[in-house]
């Protein structure tokens, strides 16, 4: 009655993996099955995922995971947020754009003349970013072509099962839900001639979606269910934040980081506004009070820019050994909009230093230094201002993600905000995506709360503790 085991799939935007969740007892143990790269593939049009690939490794590792345990429960699937493929009949149209593609530039141009940001903020409650779905949308040629159009757990869902339909956190990314009631805002999609296709019926975490079909079925070698999740992956990790204090702080840190608080209800004032505060939707309702940060993206970028050039990868415990050495480093807006598209960061980050009057950094740890102590500091400062908009006393940060194995990264941010900081789990996300499905078979009890959730993760894992230093 008390256990199980089920399989998450849980794509980011540099890799995804496929993995087994047991469950028992209250005790909670990952493993993972397959691990695959993923990332922007520049085409004739722009920037796209090869979704097609994906899928591949998505079907691989479930079948690896039946393989080695026959008894799974079902499957659960999360993955960065809103992006979309458009379908038509069973087919998917195109390989879906990444949402790093400059043409989004238009889009927001195109929406903001028809609806101010002003009124979108207090309709849908999400911050400004240039790529949020409705933007999308906005330049979308093919979007009318299409029957149905699902963001991308929904799409491997779909291609899995037949269901149709938008898991409730992911939709809240689109800008098309309104914040207030959660339900999609269908005045506003009409007034910005978003077709009722991309709209599809609204799933709450812990419904029960399809099973597998065809030959997504024979494939993976069993008829699984398809539990729905937070499919947005930071909606899966959130609730795998063991948040240890009622004012406590999480950054939920991967590709991006996600620095805020978790919130009942959202706040959609004029200094939440101003500060680019998003209110997404959680898992049961709750709202995800957070910023965006760019994250590791500046250091993956960084070095993938560098194993280019020597043509031979970068060890990066090593780099960042060497980088904890380095003195005095120039600090540059994490944030800044020229270092969001792929391309040679080094010489972005250089630039963008050069123009504040500060000295270029002269070795490639001196650059990945500057890198993380800028990304701390942004940290620190969402961290900051999520107290100010919540009149909240902040008093711990929980980073979750794989930027919780970063240990200069951790510790930069406990200096820099002058406040201890807990680190770990590191797979939240996929932890996240387990305890839901597992909530939905019964296995926590009858109204396991999130708080119970959050209280098996603190059984199951550590945190590493990091104590602001007074000296820096
Ligand atoms: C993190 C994430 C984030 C979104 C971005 C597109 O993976 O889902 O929450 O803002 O990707």
Redesign the pocket.
Same mark, same amino acid.
């Given at each position: 009655t008390s256990g199980g085991v089920v399989a998450a799939v849980d794509l +980011? #935007?540099t890799s995804g993996r496929v993995m087994l969740g047991y469950v028992d007892d209250g005790m909670l143990r990952l493993e993972q099955v397959a691990r695959f790269p993923n990332g922007p593939v520049a085409g004739p049009d722009g920037l796209h995922w090869d979704f097609t690939a994906l899928y591949r490794h998505v079907i691989d590792g479930l079948a690896e995971a039946v393989r080695r345990e026959p008894g799974i429960a079902s499957i659960g699937i999360d !993955?960065? #947020?809103? @992006?979309y493929g458009l379908v038509h009949g069973d087919e998917l149209l195109a390989e879906p754009f990444h949402?790093r593609d400059d043409r989004t530039a238009r889009g927001v141009e195109a929406v903001h003349a028809k609806v101010p940001f002003e009124e979108l903020y207090r309709r849908n409650g999400l911050q400004f970013?240039p790529?949020n779905t409705l933007y999308q949308y906005a330049v979308d040629r093919r979007l009318a072509d299409a029957e149905i159009a699902l963001l991308i757990p929904d799409l491997v869902t779909f291609l899995l099962t037949g269901a149709r339909v938008a898991e409730r956190t992911n939709a809240s990314?689109t800008g098309l839900v309104d914040v207030g009631s959660g339900e999609w805002d269908r005045e506003l999609a009409e007034r910005l001639g978003v077709p009722s296709s991309a709209l599809p019926p609204l799933a709450d975490p812990g419904t029960r979606l399809g099973t597998l079909r065809g030959e997504a079925r024979e494939r993976v070698g069993a008829a699984l269910d398809v539990i729905a999740v937070g499919s947005? @992956?930071?909606a899966s990790a959130v609730v795998a934040v063991p948040l240890s204090s009622a004012d406590a702080a999480y950054i !939920?840190c +991967?590709?991006?980081g &996600?620095v805020g608080v978790e919130l009942d209800e959202p706040v959609v004032t004029d200094a939440a506004r101003e500060a680019n505060f998003?209110n997404?939707g959680g898992v049961d309702g709750r709202v995800r009070f &957070?910023h965006?940060v760019t994250g590791l993206w500046l250091l993956s970028e960084s070095v993938r820019t560098w194993e280019a050039e020597d043509g031979a990868p970068i060890d990066l415990p090593e780099l960042l050994d060497a980088a904890a050495a380095v003195g005095d480093i120039p600090l540059f807006d994490a944030n800044d909009s020229r270092l969001a598209a792929p391309g040679d960061m080094p010489a972005r980050i250089a630039a963008v230093i050069e123009e504040s009057g500060a000295k270029v950094p002269a070795s490639r740890p001196a650059f990945a230094r500057a890198i993380v102590e800028s990304i701390a500091q942004a940290f620190a400062d969402a961290v900051a201002t999520a107290g100010r908009l919540t009149a909240r006393d902040i008093d711990v940060i929980h980073i979750v993600g794989g930027g919780a194995l970063n240990r200069l990264l951790c510790q930069a941010t406990a200096d820099r905000s002058g406040l201890p900081v807990l680190a770990g789990p590191v797979e939240a996300?996929a932890l996240g995506n387990v305890l839901v499905q597992a909530r939905a078979h019964g296995w926590f009890g009858p109204d396991a709360t999130l708080e119970d959730l959050r209280r098996v993760v603190a059984g199951a894992t550590a945190p590493v503790r990091y104590e602001p230093r007074t000296d820096s």
């Open positions: +980011g #935007a !993955s960065w #947020a809103v @992006d949402y970013l790529f990314t947005h @992956d930071t !939920s +991967g590709t991006w &996600l998003t997404e &957070l965006n996300t």
